[in-house]
């Protein structure tokens, strides 16, 4: 009695929660993505029993509070950790019901003080004849396919009135439909020239106006055009001569003013000038508003239908829906006259905003935005106070309890659209839960009492096991390679000396030649240091000074097969002339690339998306022909662009520039040719100067040149990943066979590869802090940077409980070395990039760095879990004790390892919430990102608590769940940036296919489960 009583506090009904939390949150992620995030909204986020879903997990964790007693002193650490989840739960609350979101749209020179909602709401006004409101009201309404609720009764005087929402129709026409009540109805098409086009319904008695005639469904002598009625026939009539032109036989008839005309379908009538055609004549029919397929041609409006009663009589209303405008619906009652009104709603803020400038930033010679900022003024007429102010990303006006963000602008660039937050107490309440939380965890990892601190082996003893699914991604590469000679070839240590000079690049940073030669090579050839024996910079060189030879080099990837056939090239790898005969101006391709490029990019096959790769590798080489890469000279036209050395010198600031920027560049290659390396490099070097000089803007330094050089020579990711998976393959291999042979003292062996490791962590480190000094940045901006940064925390990780067990070692190593490799897999782009407006944000190297710093220790959560799958599947009578001891061990390091990446994972999710705050109004928005992120939070609470639910308990169950928990891990990281729409997203386009071996690594993770547990039974491990 007394546990049916308190079910809502009990251990299993939190698990079952976290499951229906888990799997709704992941339901709505795939449905945003394929119907959108309104969607999405109405079907989960916004609805009562998800809300009710969250108010549950609230109160089992206040029985949980209850029946753990986390109230005692030695606990409170844990218990005001787990009370900020409390906060924030009534933090989203509060700017659920009472917070405001909502934009100002503001032009240069003018002054705004109406703010636009996000949400729409439904306006209901009724007026009398002399236009007196006698009822008003309204509702926030965010319409979608799945949620047409909306019902208002309502009386005024006698009068009831019924108005309900019965269909929302995002692709809609009008039609005539048959009704046997109704009336007889035509519908004409007026055109009059190629822009005008209008379709008119009439009923009996109905006059309307349309291309500048009355045209009336009556006998009406005022009417222009006349549609009557008559002995079941219908005719048209007009006071003007009426031509008609049958389309069937082609025939053409004139009649004369006032004469009755057969109406009929499959003809034309001309009355001045406008052409008339008779859709549709019904006797008995009536207007509808239907759905049609989507018209990529023809861009329908959406409406939404209601049906009006007023005293039992029913009519339907319809209101045609435009582009972020309101849209308004009018009806005429014998009495009365009803307005329906859906659109944003308009706030009248209590003061006024005046733009006074809007201020663009590019980076230099792009037109990519650096920044961009509004310099507004606040005009106070109640203080009487006007206050200037500059906002700008991550830079917010805040007055009066109202925040105004950074958000978008007009495309003129002389408006600025402001994103415009009200929420104080919700944003209050959630901030004081965020600052609990973070300062809990800490207090929690300190406090000798919590469960981190006195986990032992005992927490996980039981005899019951279950089995999950998990994800891991691997590639290899392999590599072809072919020569040839009479070419022009640079000498490396000169080509590397001219690699010194900066460029600008096509997105407007600005960075050595060296690099950009390394980004090149890697986008035609897929490779990284050298190709065919030639540095990037060689090859760069050779194509620009020597095309006609080096055209013929085979340096294009080609992955496809049929395009091999098609070029009727053997290996992988084709040349220039392969694919183009510039003597004859054929592109054997170009059939295949005009194809690929008229097909959506949902509906492009693998062979099109390999053709459009084959064609912008091509293009990459003939643009180093053209020099559209050589843009190396600063020039003197009013504007940060550089140009190269084919029309710099038209800018040049005298005579003696021109002949410089003419010429030099061509000097340097007759050196070249000539043997005279040294006066190469001595002209190298003046472009250097001359860079440094005229430039308008700061130019990397020459210690930030000789690090990027360095750090693109150098390869270091590239050494690191076998470097890693080598040395833990061998380390891991050396543990499991002293553990079967019963052979322990190893501590020597061990000591080597831990020490060779180190060396091997620190090149890591060295390579991520060049990188950051480089880019400017946190070197977590991208996929590729943050796939090298989770594997230092895995390696970090490794050594900071590799002393409890040199498994954990063996494993990180193994498993940073996978993620360098995956780093460098095809759809990573490792090229150092600026950032984006919005990423300029201290919030963002917090937030990045400790959320990617959690899947280090997820991951060796993973790891670990599978060395104990392999530990059970290699039990023998002989080494079962020393196995079920190492096991035991590494499950106590396992959940460690998994609680420090919970707490940080926990931590980077909500500074990233901070970060969201500060850029663009909300903490929150339900984006794919933050919900896996939720989702990933979520699934491994349910791992690190499963050991409280009856029957879960055992080390063999929570190392399967540590393994296959990281698989929400891999969907947050991969599957979100790769195959979900989102904020969040690195793909930019089509997602990347699973390779085939995933499923092969899930199939067989399963299949190792399974036998594992079968060899924990029979050894009695447990």
Not at 36 to 52: D, I, P
Not at 337 to 347: A, S
Not at 463 to 491: M, P, R, T, W, Y
Not at 828 to 836: A, C, G, H
Request: hydrophobic letters at 45%; charged letters at 20%.
């Amino acid at each position: 009695m007394k546990e049916k009583r308190f079910f809502l506090f009990t251990p299993w009904f939190m698990g079952v929660l976290f499951i229906v939390f888990v799997m709704a949150m992941a339901f709505a992620t795939f449905y945003e993505n394929d119907f959108g995030a309104k969607a999405a909204r109405a079907l989960v986020y916004e609805t009562k029993w998800f809300e009710l879903l969250m108010v549950l997990l609230v109160v089992n964790l206040i029985g949980q509070v209850i029946q753990y007693k986390l109230f005692k002193r030695k606990k409170l650490t844990v218990l005001f950790f787990h009370l900020a989840f409390i906060l924030m739960i009534i933090g989203a609350g509060i700017t659920r019901y009472f917070g405001f979101e909502g934009v100002v749209h503001i032009r240069e020179n003018h002054t705004q003080n109406i703010c636009s909602s996000l949400d729409n709401y439904l306006y209901v006004k009724v007026t009398d004849i002399n236009d007196n409101n006698i009822y008003s009201d309204f509702k926030k309404i965010n319409l979608n396919h799945i949620n047409t609720k909306y019902k208002n009764n309502f009386d005024i005087g006698k009068d009831e009135y019924s108005l309900k929402l019965v269909n929302y129709l995002p692709n809609a026409i009008e039609t005539i439909v048959n009704d046997l009540n109704g009336e007889p109805i035509v519908s004409l098409i007026l055109s009059k020239s190629m822009m005008f086009r209008e379709k008119v319904f009439l009923s009996q008695g109905d006059l309307k106006k349309a291309g500048g005639l009355l045209i009336g469904f009556s006998e009406n002598d005022s009417a222009d055009i006349r549609i009557i009625l008559k002995d079941d026939t219908f005719y048209i009539a007009s006071k003007y001569i009426i031509s008609e032109l049958s389309m069937m036989s082609k025939t053409s008839l004139v009649y004369d003013e006032e004469e009755l005309i057969p109406l009929e379908r499959m003809k034309i009538y001309e009355v001045k000038g406008i052409k008339i055609v008779p859709e549709i004549i019904n006797k008995k029919g009536k207007v509808k508003v239907i759905n049609t397929e989507r018209d990529l041609q023809h861009k329908r409006r959406s409406a939404l239908v209601f049906n009006l009663e007023v005293n039992n009589e029913s009519k339907e209303v319809n209101v045609w829906l435009g582009q972020n405008i309101k849209s308004k619906s009018e009806v005429n009652l014998n009495k009365h006259k009803l307005e329906l009104i859906y659109g944003p709603l308009e706030i009248e803020l209590p003061f006024k905003l005046k733009l006074e400038d809007f201020i663009l930033e590019r980076y230099p010679g792009s037109n990519s935005p650096s920044s961009y900022k509004s310099n507004v003024v606040v005009i106070d007429e109640k203080e009487k106070t006007e206050i200037p102010y500059s906002i700008y990303m991550n830079h917010i006006l805040k007055y009066k309890g109202w925040r105004f963000y950074q958000s978008s602008y007009d495309q003129d660039e002389k408006g600025t659209i402001l994103s415009v937050n009200k929420d104080f107490w919700g944003m209050m309440v959630t901030y004081i839960g965020y600052s609990l939380l973070f300062l809990f965890i800490i207090l929690s990892i300190l406090n000798k009492n919590s469960r981190f601190r006195t986990v032992s082996r005992n927490h996980f003893k039981s005899n019951i096991g279950k089995v999950s699914i998990l994800l891991i991604l691997f590639l290899s590469a392999s590599l072809v390679v072919k020569s040839q000679d009479d070419k022009f070839v640079v000498d490396k240590n000169s080509a590397q000396e001219f690699g010194r000079i900066l460029v600008q690049d096509q997105k407007g940073r600005t960075k050595p030649l060296y690099t950009l030669s390394n980004d090149i090579l890697r986008k035609v050839s897929r490779e990284t240091e050298q190709f065919g024996g030639y540095t990037p910079m060689q090859i760069f060189l050779g194509f620009y000074f020597d095309f006609e030879n080096w055209q013929n080099i085979p340096l294009i990837k080609i992955s496809n097969k049929e395009i091999k056939r098609i070029l009727n090239t053997q290996g992988d790898y084709a040349s220039f002339s392969n694919i183009v005969d510039l003597n004859t101006n054929t592109y054997k391709l170009k059939s295949y690339v005009d194809a690929a490029y008229t097909k959506p990019s949902g509906a492009r096959n693998k062979f099109d998306k390999e053709v459009i790769k084959v064609d912008e590798r091509l293009n990459i080489c003939f643009m180093i022909y053209t020099g559209e890469f050589l843009k190396i000279f600063p020039v003197n036209n009013n504007s940060d662009k550089w140009h190269g050395p084919k029309d710099a010198y038209q800018f040049a600031n005298g005579s003696e520039d021109s002949l410089f920027l003419k010429n030099i560049v061509n000097f340097y290659a007759q050196n070249i040719e000539a043997g005279d390396i040294s006066q190469a490099n001595s002209l190298a070097e003046s472009i250097q100067s001359y860079q440094r000089k005229f430039a308008n803007y700061e130019l990397p330094s020459q210690s930030k040149v000789n690090a990027e050089i360095f750090y693109y020579k150098s390869k270091l990711y590239d050494r690191l990943f076998p470097f890693y998976a080598t040395l833990g393959v061998l380390l891991l291999f050396i543990l499991i066979y002293g553990i079967i042979t019963q052979k322990r003292d190893m501590k020597i062996v061990v000591s080597i590869i831990t020490w060779i490791l180190v060396a091997g962590f620190i090149f890591h480190t060295l390579g991520l802090a060049i990188r950051w000094y480089i880019s400017g940045h946190a070197p977590m901006s991208n996929g590729y940077e943050s796939m090298i940064f989770i594997s230092w925390v895995t390696v970090l990780a490794g050594f900071i409980f590799g002393k409890r067990s040199a498994f954990v070692l063996a494993a990180t190593s193994v498993l940073g070395g996978f993620t360098l490799m995956v780093a460098h897999l095809s759809f990573m782009d490792p090229e150092i990039t600026s950032l984006v407006p919005v990423l300029q944000s201290y919030w963002l190297t917090l937030h990045v760095s400790v959320i990617t710093g959690s899947y280090g220790f997820f991951g060796l959560g993973a790891i670990i879990g599978i060395i104990v799958l392999i530990l059970y599947s290699l039990s023998t009578e002989q080494s079962k004790l020393n196995i079920k001891s190492t096991i035991e061990e590494l499950t106590v390091i396992n959940y460690k390892s998994l609680t420090i990446g919970l707490y940080l994972l926990t931590i980077g999710t909500f500074l990233g919430a901070i970060w969201a705050n500060e850029s663009w109004g909300r903490y929150w928005g339900w984006d794919p990102k933050e919900t896996w992120s939720l989702i990933t939070i979520i699934v491994y609470t349910f791992v690190t608590h499963s050991g409280m639910i009856k029957g879960l308990k055992g080390f063999y169950t929570f190392n399967v769940f540590a393994l296959f928990a990281f698989s929400s891990v891999l969907m947050t990281y991969f599957g979100v940036n790769y195959y979900l729409s989102g904020l969040h997203s690195y793909a930019g386009g089509d997602p990347v296919p699973v390779p085939k071996f995933v499923y092969i690594s899930v199939i067989t993770l399963i299949i190792l489960s399974i036998y594992a547990y079968i060899k924990r039974g029979k050894y009695n491990l447990e």
